[in-house]
């Protein structure tokens, strides 16, 4: 298995699938199994070069649907009614129903070719970081000079930094040869900051299009030719408008005639030119205007065996054609072997491709971006449902979070409150809920029991049997005792109660995990391009050392449980052993007691926030450290610390903050922000029922 990659163009012309090709051949000869997708096709996948190539030439055995993830039509619908996050979803899951199949997926990206062009560079790289894909960009090296082929590669790969793609090299395609070396000098210097960049040199026998290109591009009819004749590459293109005599004067090797179909002159001075050492030799002839030729000439045609060129026909006439003709490019084909043998041969003489395939080695990337936590964080709660109860029944946006999860089917719910009130605000609301158990805790014949159950459990505290009756009508307390008798397996509050109202009753009816020092909590931080994870910044104010310690293992373990790789930044105002005081003390210790009792976790500290997060202050700071520049759980010292820090990053820089989730508990209980959307409860039912499925809260 390893790292799938992303190959994108940086503009038209680039070139890229002349690599793609190259890529896929060297994989599927090393690895075997490969597949093969690309985010966005033609109107039908059928009339894809590119994935009608791989699929021929690989063997693929799969419907070409499951190649791509939409049609380029849907696309421009999707981007035009402001529903791009739409977009990368559906082309998110598609891909993960591939990549389920293969141990690696090469990726090619779009063609620019759309009405969409200038979104395409930015498409191409959130697709590629959403797919969890390195991204190998091709430039276009031909008809620029070294100037500009050095500044197109630095503000493509300036571009993708900015992005925070994961860059595996760059390929600059089709170079002058008489660039090469001074380019090569040129990218040699800079190796140390940027990607190695390799440098493909122009062959303009790939660019030339075929007999077979000309007729696939303008819908020509095939009247005479083969496989052969087809894939005869032409050089140029000749009009013929005049007598024959004149004619035979500008006939050149490997051209290609355009003549009216009733020019019988014209065609037999073809035929017969062919079998001359004394004339040049065609590489095939384009009748124009859908004049087939006369009878008599047709039989002719016929009778000739093996046709010497390739002959076609078209509707359009001859200026039409002529202009038409000029703008066809050269494709690769599957039935073209000569081309492809050439195509491959460049490639691997100028990539070092088993380089590349070492790089990709190994496990397969654990970037998360805040796209593919929803997505698999949502895919989690699906594979195996989990009942979760949902306290504030009547609440709008708990209905409507709802019935989202329920057409998903992310998990079993019951809501609590008034049976008839909720029945009327779901009428209301026109939502579809006839799945979901309502329960009304003031009537519920379970509050008996679940009074008991309290009584005893807090009897020590002074809690009486009639003051146990009345504490199982609230719905915390009621919701909560159903996740310790076990009739729901989390539950989900906080949209319009405090979070004390919440999770106090959690405090005294699920407890503590054994072994954990503190119950704490966390957010997920979405940024644009990552996923980080944020504790304590919701429950604990002032956290010891020994506290501190066990919130930094409890984190460690909720962000990977969610597809976070941990890599722990114990925070403080110093970083290193350069501070002194009671604060930097304090996260010391922790970060020695951490280390000690989990000696597998990368963890840092005392580190600031800059160099946590930050390579290239993290070089200056902390250059040896495997945490520094790039930390995802951030530890805060303190709750005033974490809450207001939390608050300034979603505000500032637009993150999503799903949360807090709590940790530490023997069962899942979370708390919602009381400001919180739809799409908030949907996400933090989605994280209850993944850490139901463990058997115990992290």
């Known amino acids: 298995m390893g790292q799938d990659i992303y190959i994108s163009g940086a503009e038209r012309g680039s070139g890229k699938s002349v690599i793609v090709l190259a890529m896929m051949d ?9 597949g093969f997708f690309r985010p966005v096709t033609r109107v ?18 799969a419907p070409c649907e499951d190649l791509y993830g939409c049609t380029s039509d849907t696309a421009r619908e999707l981007i035009a009614a402001d529903r791009y996050d739409e977009l990368l979803k559906r082309v998110l899951e598609k891909y993960r129903r591939l990549q389920a199949r293969h141990d690696q997926v090469l990726c090619a990206g779009t063609d620019y070719s759309g009405g969409y062009a200038a979104l395409e560079f930015d498409f191409n790289a959130d697709v590629a970081n959403n797919l969890g894909c390195s991204i190998l960009p091709v430039v276009r090296g031909s008809g620029r000079s070294v100037g500009e082929i050095r500044d197109a590669t630095g503000g493509f790969l300036q571009s993708l930094r900015e992005r925070h793609c994961d860059i595996l090299a760059t390929v600059v395609n089709g170079v002058a040869r008489s660039q090469v070396e001074e380019l090569r000098a040129d990218f040699a210097q800079g190796a140390t900051d940027n990607p190695a960049v390799y440098l493909v040199p122009e062959e303009p026998a790939l660019s030339r299009p075929t007999v077979g290109d000309i007729a696939h591009s303008l819908d020509a009819r095939v009247l005479q030719g083969d496989t052969d004749t087809l894939n005869r590459e032409i050089t140029h293109y000749t009009v013929a408008a005049m007598q024959v005599p004149d004619f ?39 009748l124009s205007g859908g004049l087939d030729p006369a009878p008599q000439l047709q039989k002719l045609l016929d009778g000739l065996g093996k046709p010497p060129f390739a002959v076609l026909e078209t509707n359009g006439d ?16 599957p039935d073209n072997e000569h081309k492809l043998a050439a195509a491959l041969g460049l490639v691997e003489a100028s990539v070092p491709l088993p380089e590349l395939a070492k790089s990709l080695a190994g496990e397969r990337g654990n970037r998360m971006t805040p796209l593919m936590f929803e997505y698999e964080l949502v895919q989690r709660a699906r594979a195996d449902r989990q009942h979760i109860v949902l306290p504030e029944g009547s609440e709008e946006r708990i ?26 605000k779901i009428q209301a609301l026109g939502l579809r809920l006839e799945d979901v158990d309502v329960i009304d805790p003031q009537h519920s014949p379970l509050r008996e ?48 109660h405090t979070t004390q109202h919440t999770i106090r009753p959690a405090f005294e009816i699920i407890k503590t995990r054994p072994g954990t020092a503190i119950v704490s909590s966390v957010f997920f931080m979405c940024l644009e391009d990552r996923v980080l994870v944020y504790g304590d910044c919701a429950v604990n104010p002032d956290p010891d050392a020994r506290q501190l310690a066990d919130i930094a293992i409890s984190s460690a373990d909720t962000a990977r449980l969610f597809g ?22 304090k996260v010391r210790e922790a970060t020695q007691l951490a280390r000690e009792l989990r000696p597998e976790l990368m963890i840092e500290g005392p580190i600031q926030y800059d160099a946590a997060i930050d390579a290239g202050v993290a070089r200056t700071k902390l250059p040896d450290s495997q945490v520094a520049g790039s930390a995802t759980v951030f530890i805060f010292p303190d709750l005033n610390t974490g809450n207001n820090t939390y608050k300034a990053v979603q505000r500032s820089a637009g993150a999503v903050a799903v949360g807090p989730v709590l940790q530490g508990l023997n069962q899942p209980v979370n708390d919602l922000s009381r400001g919180c959307t739809v799409t908030d409860i949907v996400n933090t039912v989605a994280i209850t029922a993944v850490q139901a499925q463990t058997g115990d809260a992290p």
């Open 26 to 34: 060297y994989f599927t000869g090393h690895n075997g199994n490969v």
């Open 44 to 61: 039908d996948a059928r009339h894809d070069p590119l994935i009608h190539l791989v699929m021929e030439r690989y063997s693929i055995d």
């Open 248 to 286: 035979l004067d500008h006939l050149e090797e490997g051209g290609l005639v355009i003549t009216p179909g009733d020019r019988a002159d014209i065609i037999l001075a073809c035929l017969m030119s062919y079998p001359s050492s004394a004339c040049p030799q065609i590489a095939g002839l384009l």
């Open 318 to 333: 001859t200026f039409t054609t002529a202009m038409q003709v000029n703008q066809v490019k050269g494709v690769l084909t």
């Open 399 to 424: 209905l409507r979070a709802a019935e989202l999860l329920t057409l998903r089917n992310v998990a079993k719910l019951t809501l609590l409150g008034d049976r008839d009130a909720i029945q009327q």
């Open 449 to 496: 029991q679940f009074a008991d159950t309290y009584y005893e459990l807090r009897r020590h505290k002074g809690i009486s049997r009639d003051m146990a009756h009345d504490s199982m009508a609230d719905v915390s307390y009621f919701g909560t005792m159903m996740v310790h008798h076990g009739q729901a397996d989390g539950m989900v509050s906080g949209a319009v």
């Open 564 to 585: 976070v790789e941990p890599r722990i930044a114990m925070l403080s105002y110093s970083t290193g052993a350069s501070g002194k005081g009671s604060a930097v003390d």
